[in-house]
């Protein structure tokens, strides 16, 4: 969304900055990694360290900050109001009861993907597949759905100067061979991906789409590579959710 620049609260912007600087991959930081992190002096990032402290958002040891239950009120508020997760779940539901394995729906945010809904635990449960978890999109079977959902300007652009981090030794980083693989989830309006994002997974996604046509998340299963042969994807689990997927479509 633009707004007018008299409109624009750069403070408030600096400061979730600031915020957004923590992640799984640096859980403390001091004032001089926020800034780099950031993009802020480091006086700039201080001041924001400390008033987040002071809000109650960060904790401190008086050098290093990390995020404090605090910040959970923003996710918690979300998916106690927001649509999608509420109405995509008695379906995650169902399909995990049929098939015990673990159903997640997931929107794109950047260069990643965001659980946003979950079924409940089953007998397989990947590492970091919680609420809230933040995925590389360039190595999930959900982040490639929503990318390939792009038009093919959007996709270029958000290709554009881009690095596709290798993850594991499966993680696909040409960028042609990229590109390539995009052009097929969209042709074939599904995306099954091993073990590139984290050893041992393996998923499948499909595009969750809405009355206009337009993809408003991806829905995700993880299985063991048994279940996801080709042979025996497309006889049971593919079906099921392209099934779930035209009963949610009035609904999105």
Not at 155 to 172: C, D, I, N, P
């Amino acid at each position: 969304m633009d707004i007018a620049k008299a409109d624009f609260i750069e403070g408030m912007a600096k400061g979730l900055a600031v915020l957004e600087s923590f992640d799984t991959e640096r859980q403390r930081l001091n004032a001089t990694l926020a800034a780099q992190r950031a993009g802020l002096t480091r006086a700039a990032a201080r001041r924001h360290l400390l008033t987040l402290a002071h809000l109650g958002y960060l904790e401190t040891d008086g050098s290093y900050f990390w995020l404090a239950p605090k910040v959970l009120r923003f996710s918690g508020s979300y998916l106690a109001s927001a649509r999608l997760p509420r109405v995509v779940q008695p379906t995650l539901n169902r399909l995990a009861a049929h098939t015990q394995e673990p159903f997640s729906v997931v929107v794109l945010d950047g260069d990643q993907g965001v659980i946003v809904a979950r079924s409940g635990a089953t007998r397989m449960l990947a590492y970091g597949l919680h609420l809230g978890a933040r995925l590389p999109a360039h190595a999930t079977s959900t982040g490639r759905v929503l990318l390939a959902a792009k038009t093919k300007k959007e996709f270029a652009q958000w290709m554009k100067g881009r690095e596709l981090v290798r993850l594991t030794q499966h993680t696909v980083t040409d960028a042609k061979a990229f590109r390539a693989l995009i052009e097929q989830v969209r042709a074939q309006d599904w995306c099954a991906a091993s073990e590139e994002h984290e050893l041992g997974v393996h998923a499948l996604a499909i595009p969750l789409r809405n009355m206009q046509g337009r993809t408003v998340a991806a829905l995700n299963v993880v299985a063991s590579p048994a279940r996801l042969d080709p042979a025996t994807l497309q006889r049971d689990l593919l079906p099921l959710m392209l099934d779930a997927a035209r009963d949610l479509l009035p609904l999105l």
